[in-house]
């Protein structure tokens, strides 16, 4: 696990400097402090900050083949290198290092951009081929690794962080509003874009070939298994080896692995399928303390679960004294974010980074397996679109006057996204199901200044959602949500803020519910499979677990990884919100209507409305602005 940087000049008269990679590299030591490596030469330059996890005492990087013509920078792990490396030696490569990064750069000999085909894991890495002039960039199937990039008259650059590139002075930090627009209404902001104009993020599944003569060519190099396969005589017993097969491949390390055990059903899947196999895990939950802690406490489940295996638990607590970590979060997830499990995840992360530097988590497994309430909702919208036009205008109308619960509730939130859904295309309803606010709303929170000077549309999103559903082909049903979900949110939400807040902690995650292995052999499965005619959330994963998991687990609500924040708005963090969403403070900023975020913080502070999400994303862009910006 690493994070590399990197600088090649479109002339190559013009030398890189050693000091500016460098400069890079120290942005994000965090995510590698145990050894840095450059590699200058000429017009190129290439960075690396390495946490030492495989081949302890080598592989430190940059690693060059053997004739010195190409190197690599590498962040990730490659789980079946050991199999991919034997091969490699059977062909006749020579290889110095017992590592996973030199097996990528010697498949580039064979295969050139297609040696990612073979890799089973999450990585982003740099290959500088100095004989054909190529700098070839590519990230994992499902975006688990980041990877930033600029593209200019002067050349490229990429980094693993977006900090990187801002220490370098390489980008102009000129706001990108239609990509800010889209982290306003979902709470991220959809790769390829980033918050500046000129910085973008190689989307998952891709490599980027730049050449010399500013030629820079993406391509996508994975399809995702959207044909739908018949269902094995046992679904149940197949899920619980493709989960052990998966766990297994996860947990080669040369250091110990710890998991991330919430209570909930996949977290607990994952730490069950390790002990099965004899790996009595650590585990580490979060309890909350504070306003509304008891509704988001799962410390019960998750000990039961761990005097099951006999795992050791090691119980964080979680408190909203966000004074000394709020903005060390921000900083730490580099852009625009607002998913509210950004508090327990830095916490978590922070205590088991403390003491290991590998954690399994059970991360993907409601996009796998049908955890979200929007994926019914999605199939729900279909028989809602066939009612009359006028019904649903009419339904839509009075759903902005039904008042929020005081207990912050979001039950009456997602009714009333529901029945804003109207019967266009598909990635459209989605879409409606997971907005903070519609449209109009959104647009008339900007001032006029802004909306005309930065000529907002309102559109972005929707642009993107209907991009990535229809660039693999049709799919509907309950696999058209599951998609969207591993286009969209899976990899520019939860795999992001992950990888941001574990890695500021120096802290590798691990996701065996995001292996393309796995999501292969499941996600073609049929949809009564997977959640029967009663559409019943989680069925297939449920039944794989009941011989595994206490009945305890079978029978919990859902939670999710979240504190209570809507409680947390209007108690512990009132003072912060206050101060930062200030009338004088929006005033001198000049983007968003004062008397319109007054609005929302005193529907919220009175429980009229639950705006915990909007509040949520204006103090989290906020404190960006305020520590990127200002």
């Known amino acids: 696990m690493c994070g590399i940087a990197g600088i090649v000049y479109h002339d190559r008269e013009r030398p890189v400097a050693e000091s500016l990679v460098r400069r890079m590299c120290g942005a994000i030591t965090h995510r590698g402090p145990d050894d840095e490596g450059v590699h200058v030469q000429g017009a190129a330059g290439l960075g690396m900050r390495r946490l030492s996890i495989i081949d302890l005492g080598g592989s430190r990087q940059p690693i060059y083949n053997e004739d010195g013509s190409k190197v690599i920078v590498f962040n990730g792990e490659i789980y079946n290198y050991q199999d991919l490396r034997a091969g490699l030696l059977t062909r006749g490569h020579t290889l110095r290092t017992s590592?996973?990064?030199?097996?990528?750069?010697?498949?580039?000999?064979?295969?050139?951009?297609?040696?990612?085909?073979?890799?089973?894991?999450?990585?982003?890495?740099?290959?500088?081929?100095?004989?054909?002039?190529?700098?070839?960039?590519?990230?994992?199937?499902?975006?688990?690794?980041?990877?930033?990039?600029?593209?200019?008259?002067?050349?490229?650059?990429?980094?693993?962080?977006?900090?990187?590139?801002?220490?370098?002075?390489?980008?102009?930090?000129?706001?990108?509003?239609?990509?800010?627009?889209?982290?306003?209404?979902?709470?991220?902001?959809?790769?390829?874009?980033?918050?500046?104009?000129?910085?973008?993020?190689?989307?998952p599944g891709h490599t980027l070939e730049w050449r010399r003569n500013?030629?820079?060519?993406?391509?996508?190099?994975?399809?995702?298994?959207?044909?739908?396969?018949?269902?094995?005589?046992?679904?149940?017993?197949?899920?619980?080896?493709?989960?052990?097969?998966?766990?297994?491949?996860?947990?080669?390390?040369?250091?110990?692995?710890?998991?991330?055990?919430?209570?909930?059903?996949?977290?607990?899947?994952?730490?069950?399928?390790?002990?099965?196999?004899?790996?009595?895990?650590?585990?580490?939950?979060?309890?909350?303390?504070?306003?509304?802690?008891?509704?988001?406490?799962?410390?019960?489940?998750?000990?039961?679960?761990?005097?099951?295996?006999?795992?050791e638990l090691t119980v964080v607590d979680i408190r909203p004294e966000l004074l000394d970590i709020f903005e060390p979060i921000i900083r730490a997830l580099d852009e625009p974010h607002a998913d509210d499990s950004a508090v327990p995840s830095w916490l978590l992360s922070q205590a088991v980074g403390s003491r290991y530097k590998v954690a399994l988590s059970g991360l993907g497994g409601d996009e796998l397996f049908a955890g979200y309430r929007r994926h019914f909702g999605l199939l729900a919208t279909e028989h809602y679109a066939r009612l009359p036009a006028g019904v649903r205008r009419v339904a839509s109308s009075m759903s902005r006057l039904v008042p929020e619960p005081r207990d912050g509730a979001l039950g009456v939130d997602r009714l009333k996204r529901f029945l804003r859904t109207g019967n266009g295309f598909v990635p459209d309803r989605f879409l409606s199901l997971m907005t903070r606010l519609s449209n109009d709303e959104r647009l008339a929170l900007y001032t006029p200044d802004l909306r005309q000077r930065a000529g907002i549309t309102g559109s972005a999103a929707t642009a993107r959602f209907r991009d990535v559903f229809s660039a693999q082909g049709s799919v509907s049903g309950l696999a058209a949500g599951l998609f969207l979900d591993y286009q969209t949110f899976l990899p520019d939400d939860i795999l992001a803020l992950s990888d941001r807040l574990s890695m500021a902690h120096s802290l590798e995650v691990r996701v065996p519910f995001v292996d393309h292995v796995l999501i292969e052999n499941v996600f073609p499965l049929p949809q009564r499979v997977k959640i029967g005619a009663l559409w019943r959330a989680k069925k297939l994963l449920r039944r794989s677990l009941r011989p595994r998991l206490p009945r305890e687990h079978m029978r919990a609500p859902k939670r999710g990884f979240v504190g209570p924040t809507a409680a947390w708005l209007r108690n512990e963090l009132r003072p912060i919100l206050a101060d930062e969403l200030s009338p004088e403070r929006q005033r001198r900023l000049g983007y968003f209507d004062p008397a319109a975020v007054q609005t929302l913080l005193d529907e919220h502070l009175t429980g009229r409305q639950n705006w915990e999400r909007m509040l949520w994303a204006l103090l989290c862009f906020s404190t960006w602005h305020r520590l990127y910006m200002e």
């Open 99 to 203: 590592g996973d990064t030199e097996t990528v750069l010697h498949l580039s000999e064979e295969l050139g951009a297609d040696c990612v085909t073979p890799l089973r894991g999450m990585f982003a890495f740099a290959i500088w081929d100095a004989s054909t002039e190529t700098l070839l960039l590519a990230r994992d199937r499902f975006g688990i690794k980041p990877l930033y990039v600029i593209t200019a008259p002067w050349g490229i650059a990429f980094a693993s962080e977006l900090k990187a590139l801002h220490a370098a002075g390489l980008t102009s930090r000129d706001l990108d509003w239609e990509a800010l627009d889209t982290f306003f209404q979902l709470g991220y902001i959809p790769a390829p874009r980033s918050p500046f104009v000129d910085v973008h993020k190689l989307e």
């Open 214 to 311: 500013g030629e820079a060519t993406a391509r996508r190099y994975w399809q995702f298994p959207l044909e739908q396969r018949p269902s094995p005589p046992d679904p149940e017993e197949r899920v619980r080896e493709w989960l052990d097969g998966s766990v297994a491949a996860h947990l080669v390390s040369d250091v110990p692995v710890a998991t991330f055990l919430s209570g909930g059903l996949d977290s607990s899947a994952v730490t069950a399928s390790m002990a099965v196999m004899g790996n009595t895990p650590h585990a580490f939950t979060a309890r909350y303390q504070g306003s509304g802690a008891t509704t988001a406490d799962e410390t019960g489940l998750a000990r039961t679960l761990a005097n099951r295996y006999g795992a």
